[in-house]
Each structure stands twice: as structure tokens, then as C-alpha cells.
């Protein structure tokens, strides 16, 4: 468990360091959707976060940051559920 | 390359069964790479899953620059398959997307069918493209240069396959949308190899162990 914790902290690192130095700029598939002005219809799943942001939060940085910690941490833990059912039901003997 | 359900006209037969068509494929392929994995993984794997897919998931939201005021970031798959291998990769990037579906709402829920198939199935299949280049050997010197071109290839793929799945949306349809998504994306697959690259490397550096993905394509060709 420890060495979880470890990757956490260098992840919390790694993002604390990037946030700020990561482009607002479209992505490809953004950038293609503006250019030729196709109107996206209205989404009906908004997310819990949408953008990556935390709305109760006003400082952008800390938003995304924390929205980031969070994220990193239910995938960590769904790898884990994933694993552990994975193995759970494994046919072959180790 | 995250589609969203805003590109896709419910309304429209050919976006509509073109997102249940890419549920299916995706379905199919995720149930395949679940049954293989079973069978393929031991216990240890559960701890670089998890660790790896977090880290693909951070890295994901670091987008850089490329140019014409457009980013890109890493998607990742290929690396995913070179520690993973192909199964445990389709399964891990499965699982990044769908937390970003869910919670941010980056890529859409209707739309994960595709951007299942474009970023965790073509990702785990690059595995293959790189041992075939390897020759399945993981330790010569054609290694980094493969996992270079298998993730900018990897990219294109996503790319082309987006760039077709979104098309309805468009009036001029595929011939505004591939062309145009190769363009960007050409770009952002050099990024995307390099820092792949940079990141296997680095890997094999400090703990060669764990690069599993392509040992274990070995194994099984050898019976």
C-alpha cells in the first residue's frame, strides 16, 4: 500500500508542477470541430467536474489541481478493483 | 481525440449506428483482452495496472502545444501496452477513459464506444505492431524506435477512426474530417512518440523489470 501512496505523491507532484505549463488551446479534435463550425448539440451528462474544475473553487490552479488529485485517485482505485477481480476469478493455478 | 455526445445526431441513422456499431466492436474486444488477461496476468499485475493507468490518466490532462493555437496530449496507450501488454492495456486505458467520461465529462457517454475502441483497443493493439518490429525482443536496439513509430502510429489510427465516427456531424463530411484530423494529429503523434519514448526508456533505466508488455507477447509465441 505504501508504494501506492508513493506514486500518489509523485503524481500529485508531477501534476502541481505541469497544470500551470499545459496549453488552453484546443486539441486536434477541438480544433477541427471550430474550424468548420460544426454546432455540438447540448451534452446530457455534464460530468461531476466538468473541464476538469471544481466549481466550488475559484483560484483555477487549485481547482484543477485538486480535480486532478481526485481523478488520479478513483483511477488508482479502479485499477486496484480491476486487479483484484481480474485475479479473483482466474482459471489457471499460479 | 475525445469524442464528445455533442457530435453525435441521435436523429441521424448513420451516426446512430455508427456509435452502436463502436459499442459492439469495443464490447468485443474488451470481453476478449478480459478473457486473455485471466489467463495471461499473475497477482503482481494488479499493483502496475493501477499505478500505470493513474499515471496516464495525470499525464492526460498535461496538453502541449503543437501549433496553429492547437494542443495535444498524451493518450498513452502504447505505453500502457509495453508495461502491460495488450490485454491488461486495453483494460487499464478502459479504465482512465471511463473516469474521465464520468467524472469530467471529457469524452461522452454515448461516444465511449468510440473513444473506447480509437485510444484503449487500437493502444493495447500497438503491443503487436512493436513485437513484429522487435522481432520479440524486447532488449535490442530497434526498441525505442519501434515504440516511436507504433505511438504515432497509434495516434493516426485513433485519429483516422475519430475522424471517420464524427463525420455525420460534418457537411462536408470525411473529406473535411480525415484529412483534417491526420493533420493535427501527425503532429501530436510525435509528441505522443516522444514522449512514449522518453517514458519506456526511463522505465528500462530504473526498473527493468516491470516492462512486461512485450516479455510476455514472447512467452506466448513460444509454447
Same mark, same amino acid.
Given at each position: 500500500?505504501?508504494?501506492?501512496?508513493?506514486?500518489?505523491?509523485?503524481?500529485?507532484?508531477?501534476?502541481?508542477?505541469?497544470?500551470?505549463?499545459?496549453?488552453?488551446?484546443?486539441d486536434g479534435l477541438e480544433r477541427v470541430v471550430e474550424t468548420f463550425g460544426v454546432e455540438e448539440n447540448a451534452p446530457y451528462w455534464s460530468g461531476v467536474m466538468s473541464d476538469y474544475a471544481i466549481e466550488a473553487i475559484e483560484n483555477p490552479y487549485v481547482s484543477t489541481l485538486l480535480a486532478g488529485v481526485f481523478g488520479t485517485f478513483m483511477v488508482l482505485l479502479a485499477g486496484l478493483l480491476l486487479g483484484k477481480v481480474m485475479m479473483a476469478k482466474r482459471h489457471v493455478s499460479e | 481525440?475525445?469524442? =464528445?455526445?455533442?457530435?453525435?445526431?441521435?436523429?441521424? =441513422?448513420?451516426?446512430?449506428?455508427?456509435?452502436?456499431?463502436?459499442?459492439?466492436?469495443?464490447?468485443? *474486444?474488451?470481453?476478449?483482452?478480459?478473457?486473455?488477461?485471466?489467463?495471461?496476468?499473475?497477482?503482481?499485475?494488479?499493483s502496475l495496472l493501477a499505478i500505470s493507468s493513474a499515471f496516464v490518466f495525470a499525464a492526460q490532462m498535461i496538453n502541449f502545444p503543437i501549433a496553429f493555437g492547437t494542443s495535444g496530449h498524451l493518450v498513452g496507450g502504447t505505453f500502457l501496452a509495453v508495461l502491460l501488454g495488450p490485454y491488461a492495456a486495453m483494460l487499464s486505458m478502459t479504465i482512465?477513459?471511463?473516469?474521465?467520461?464520468?467524472? *469530467?465529462?471529457?469524452?461522452?457517454?454515448?461516444? *465511449?464506444?468510440?473513444?473506447?475502441f480509437n485510444m484503449a483497443v487500437i493502444g493495447g493493439l500497438s503491443c503487436f505492431l512493436i513485437k513484429l518490429l522487435t522481432r520479440g525482443s524486447g532488449g535490442n536496439r530497434r526498441l525505442i524506435p519501434s515504440i516511436f513509430l507504433a505511438s504515432w502510429l497509434s495516434v493516426m489510427t485513433g485519429a483516422l477512426l475519430a475522424a471517420l465516427e464524427i463525420s455525420p456531424a460534418f457537411a462536408g463530411g470525411v473529406m473535411v474530417?480525415? =484529412?483534417?484530423?491526420? *493533420?493535427?494529429?501527425?503532429?501530436?503523434g510525435l509528441g505522443e512518440g516522444a514522449i512514449t519514448a522518453v517514458l519506456i526508456s526511463s522505465v528500462q533505466r530504473m526498473q527493468p523489470a516491470i516492462i512486461g508488455g512485450l516479455s510476455l507477447l514472447k512467452e506466448r509465441t513460444k509454447p
Open positions: 500500500m505504501n508504494k501506492h501512496f508513493a506514486v500518489i505523491a509523485a503524481i500529485v507532484v508531477f501534476l502541481a508542477v505541469f497544470i500551470p505549463l499545459a496549453s488552453s488551446s484546443p | 481525440m475525445h469524442i =464528445p455526445d455533442g457530435l453525435i445526431a441521435t436523429n441521424e =441513422p448513420t451516426s446512430v449506428t455508427v456509435t452502436v456499431g463502436m459499442w459492439i466492436l469495443s464490447i468485443a *474486444f474488451l470481453a476478449w483482452s478480459w478473457k486473455k488477461a485471466k489467463t495471461t496476468y499473475n497477482r503482481s499485475i494488479t482512465v477513459l471511463l473516469m474521465q467520461a464520468f467524472f *469530467f465529462a471529457d469524452g461522452g457517454i454515448m461516444a *465511449f464506444g468510440m473513444n473506447a474530417t480525415v =484529412p483534417s484530423m491526420l *493533420f493535427y494529429h501527425a503532429i501530436i
